[in-house]
């Protein structure tokens, strides 16, 4: 499943965006979604993910409480919203369907092929 993050930029901490990730020519129907990030210099964590068998969103811990992922199927399109920004939230962000969405000592894992995604730059 091809899929394009949009919606990055430039925010001052505390304060809020929503990154969208669109299935441009396919679905993820049937498929675990999520977001991941990176940060320069720093390794690929995963942030959050829905599972396709029950529908639940699943946090890594240094997220829960400020950003909330959700999907409109009908649409192609799911989402993150992030608020309460910190300076620390600063990575490329990417979207990716595929299996599977676990959860390993409060923190999602990685999963899925991911594409160019977008850049949040939160300051200080």
């Known amino acids: 499943v091809q899929l394009q993050a949009s919606g990055g930029g430039l925010v001052q901490a505390g304060g809020s965006l929503r990154l969208s990730c669109t299935a441009a020519?396919?679905?993820?129907?049937?498929?675990?979604i999520g977001w991941f990030r990176q940060a320069p210099g720093k390794a690929r964590e995963g942030v959050a993910c829905?599972?396709?068998?029950?529908?639940?969103?699943h946090y890594s811990f240094f997220v829960k409480g400020r950003f909330t992922i959700s999907s409109d199927n009908p649409k192609n399109t799911f989402y993150l919203q992030m608020n309460s920004l910190k300076p620390e939230d600063t990575a490329r962000y990417y979207c990716?369907?595929?299996?599977?969405?676990?959860?390993?000592?409060?923190?999602?894992?990685?999963?899925?092929?991911w594409g160019q995604g977008t850049l949040v730059t939160v300051s200080s």
């Open positions: 990716a369907a595929g299996r599977r969405c676990r959860v390993v000592a409060d923190t999602v894992l990685p999963f899925g092929s």
């Open positions: 829905i599972s396709s068998e029950d529908s639940s969103p």
């Open positions: 020519g396919s679905t993820f129907d049937g498929y675990d």
